[in-house]
């Protein structure tokens, strides 16, 4: 039962429900994911996340409201550390990349169970991100706000997301 559980590993789980949740609602690099600060985080009047991406290029995000909700019930147990990043490890030092990747692959292993198709996927940040730019492109049909999305420069690095969507393709067919 839940109320087992050391509190170490409820506090754990929901920092990784929150940041397996940003990292795909928002579509994050994990250096965006994992260098994100406190202050980054922005409740009013609108739930939002301020990224700093490649090139010092900044971009706010809108959250949504489970994320947002996530990121709320992280922050009531994250504690107290000299850390100015968000997520932080057991010992309340900065997430690092292979924290994360770590964390990603231990709950893809869980949910493998559970999902048999799962057992013969990669999963991978970047197949989060990926994920969350497809789901961006199906909503909008508008590939420069993918790029927004991403915080891609060139547009030309956003329309590797097009020639990936079997969607897109049907329906350029339909219109020729």
């Known amino acids: 039962s839940l109320l087992n559980v050391p509190d170490l590993h409820r506090r754990d789980g929901i920092r990784d429900r929150a940041m397996l949740h940003l990292c795909f609602a928002a579509g ?46 992280w922050l009531t147990v994250r504690g107290t550390t000299p850390a100015r990043e968000l997520f932080v490890n057991a010992h309340g030092l900065p997430m690092t990349r292979s924290g994360f990747e ?4 231990k709950h893809v292993k869980t949910a493998a169970q559970a999902c048999a198709s799962l057992q013969k996927k990669r999963v ?32 030309q690095t956003t329309e590797v997301y097009l020639r990936a969507d079997p969607t897109e393709k049907l329906e350029a067919l339909d219109a020729v």
């Open 102 to 105: 770590y964390i990603l692959q």
């Open 28 to 73: 994050l690099r994990v250096s965006e994911l994992v260098s994100l600060p406190l202050k980054a985080l922005d409740f009013y009047p609108t739930p939002s996340v301020r990224v700093l991406g490649k090139g010092r290029k900044e971009r706010t995000l809108p959250l949504w409201k489970e994320t947002a909700a996530d990121m709320r019930d």
């Open 124 to 155: 991978s940040p970047h197949v989060l991100r990926h994920t969350s730019a497809m789901l961006v492109l199906q909503a909008t049909g508008d590939i420069r706000k993918v790029a927004l999305w991403l915080g891609h420069d060139d547009i």
